[in-house]
């Protein structure tokens, strides 16, 4: 049977390279610094490290601006730096995608320059620009009712070129017309050019959104006020949003017969760890879509493997709890999340890609999201972080881990809006404040959903600069708790760092981990979560069972006999599972 292409097995893990490492001391991560870093992954068994935004940015938005898509961002190093990360990488069997933002590009782009100089000119027709009303400045009203993700309306009126430009982020990210045919050749173009240095694929931001309805209508007012950003409707799955991504997975990322090979390719691991021979050049690069608000149906479209479109998506619906945004402060309840996931499961086929994820760069994390202020207890802590990766590792589906999740990483006690950094923490902040809400009341109604959680600095040893770096970091991370930096984790082999190392190991040595078949136990049960993962061909089947709540609770009857490998607590399987217990074992042969 033809292999399944690389990814369906594979562990990736996020970089926020500019909180991962900083190897000059400017208090700024830096490629040299994830080179410097590359040994950390490879032993926890990563197979495919993404990198947010290195591009050259004015950083407006972290880099999710982009200046130049073939420019590394001066902070983060040189095109040199990034060729010896990559190479770096394929030696140790590991991949590297990059974050590619084209629903966007920065206002200081030379595309968004020359449009707003000549409006009329070649490039006008690379973004959304709309002439405004006739009077004094000529912009009257904007052209519609659309708000931005960021606070405000989504245009920007541009005297210079007396035009509107629409941005449905900052006023700095300005919206390209994908309807433009140039555009999407010159997307494709960028994809190739990066193809040939040896990048593996790409992360697609918000790439649901780059096909807007014609005409650009006014959004719906109802759907405005329960989405929270009117317009929404005509741009989150538009209409031509099929056929950009095959036309984009064709041109971009589909190896042509004479293309030549990259400088290196990635070596391969064995079942065991150990490292082969370098694979020859992917035949299709990945493309993992970044879809908000895209459903399961949706995901289906896009990500299904015959569709020709995108290879993964990230959906986003398992990140809230039901009725919940991200903003509000609420403690997660841990068995919506085991009804989303058979939900999923039970309706998507073979030919579909779940790619299964917690935490990111946008998001508080999960474990806060889960234990509030008891993030702070070690014991719970530890467990809960186990039982997540247990989840995430073990299900049929594709874990993206964000760096510091294999280190238990929790929210910041920021208590100041000067310790926030993200665009759209403060744009929310200033709104709250000019709609009267004192400062403290304003950061309260921001921080459980504020970004900034997630961008503090990586810890990779104990003391104030956390090793991250020898200068003073672009954003203050603070945390009370000892024991939770890669160091500490790493002498110690009851940690969340080597539960995750010898977690991934095994899913990497058992087919059933990776290619099983699924089947849940004592579906019904709010509390406990367990489920089978059978053998693709001959084989031990698996047993993973997880404690769901912050109590004890007795295990099901009627389980099929089995063998811990790895546990959470201890080797054996007892009537009860301790809070937020994780047990993998393997089923034993026989009735
Ligand atoms: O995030 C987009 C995104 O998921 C959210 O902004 C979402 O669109 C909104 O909250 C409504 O659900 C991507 C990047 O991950 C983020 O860091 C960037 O700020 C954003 O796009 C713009 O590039």
């Excluded at 994830?34 to 490290?49: I, N, P, Q, Y």
């Excluded at 004094?136 to 960021?150: I, L, M, R, Y």
């Excluded at 538009?238 to 950009?244: C, E, I, V």
């Excluded at 500490?488 to 099983?516: C, K, M, W, Y």
Aim: proline content about 8%; overall charge negative; hydrophobic content about 40%.
């Amino acid at each position: 049977a033809a292999q399944p292409p690389w990814w369906r097995r594979a562990v990736f893990y996020q970089v926020y390279p500019r909180s991962f490492a900083d190897s000059d001391g400017d208090g700024i991560g830096d490629l040299r610094g994830v080179t410097s870093r590359l040994d950390h992954l490879a032993d926890l068994g990563v197979d495919c490290v993404w990198l947010s935004p290195i591009f050259d940015s004015p950083n407006e938005d972290m880099g999710y601006d982009v200046r130049d898509y073939r420019a590394i961002m001066a902070e983060m190093g040189t095109l040199a730096d990034l060729d010896a990360l990559i190479a770096g990488a394929h030696e140790r069997g590991m991949r590297i995608i990059l974050d590619l933002v084209v629903n966007h590009t920065s206002a200081e782009h030379p595309w968004f320059r020359a449009a707003i100089a000549d409006p009329d000119g070649p490039y006008g027709d690379y973004y959304h620009l709309r002439p405004g009303a006739p009077g004094e400045d000529g912009s009257g009203p904007p052209p519609n009712n659309w708000a931005s993700f960021f606070g405000g309306s989504a245009w920007r009126w541009i005297p210079q070129a007396q035009r509107w430009a629409l941005h449905l982020f900052a006023p700095g990210q300005m919206d390209l017309n994908w309807d433009n045919p140039r555009v999407r050749a010159e997307v494709a173009e960028i994809v190739r050019w990066w193809r040939a240095r040896g990048v593996d694929g790409f992360r697609l931001d918000v790439i649901n959104y780059i096909s807007k309805r014609g005409g650009l209508p006014d959004g719906n007012e109802a759907i405005g006020a329960l989405m929270g950003f009117p317009g929404i409707e005509h741009y989150f799955f538009g209409p031509r949003l099929h056929s950009y991504l095959r036309e984009l997975r064709t041109a971009g990322f589909t190896r042509s017969p004479g293309e030549p090979a990259p400088p290196s390719t990635v070596r391969t691991r064995r079942p065991d760890g150990t490292l082969g021979d370098p694979a020859p050049p992917d035949p299709v690069a990945i493309m993992v879509g970044e879809t908000p608000g895209v459903g399961v149906e949706m995901s289906r479209l896009l990500s299904g493997s015959r569709r020709g479109e995108l290879d993964l998506v990230f959906n986003f619906d398992v990140l809230e709890g039901p009725g919940k945004v991200r903003w509000d402060d609420y403690r997660y309840d841990l068995s919506y999340l085991k009804r989303f996931y058979l939900g999923y499961l039970a309706r998507v086929g073979p030919d579909d890609a779940l790619a299964l994820f917690f935490d990111n760069h946008d998001n508080p994390r999960m474990l806060s999201k889960v234990l509030g202020a008891r993030a702070g207890d070690p014991v719970l802590r530890t467990a809960l972080a186990k039982a997540l990766a247990t989840i995430q590792l073990t299900l049929p589906g594709t874990p993206f881990l964000f760096q510091g999740q294999e280190i238990a990483a929790v929210d910041q006690d920021f208590t100041s809006v000067a310790d926030l950094r993200d665009v759209e923490s403060l744009n929310r902040f200033a709104e709250l404040r000019a709609e009267g809400s004192t400062e403290a009341d304003a950061l309260a109604r921001i921080l459980p959903g504020a970004r900034d959680h997630a961008r503090v600095p990586m810890r990779w040893e104990p003391g104030p600069s956390t090793g991250f770096s020898t200068g003073t970091p672009w954003q203050a991370g603070r945390e009370d708790s000892t024991g939770f930096t890669v160091a500490e984790q790493a002498a110690d082999p009851g940690s969340v760092l080597n539960f995750h190392r010898d977690l991934i190991g095994l899913r990497r040595a058992e087919p059933a981990l990776t290619d099983g078949g699924f089947r849940a136990l004592a579906s019904r049960s709010r509390t406990y979560f367990g489920w089978l993962r059978t053998a693709p061909g001959s084989g031990s089947d698996w047993l993973i069972e997880v404690n769901l709540t912050d109590r004890t609770i007795r295990r099901p009857r009627a389980l099929p006999r089995a063998q811990v490998v790895l546990g959470s607590t201890g080797m054996e399987r007892s009537a009860t599972m301790a809070p937020y217990e994780c047990v993998i074992s393997r089923v034993s042969p026989g009735p």
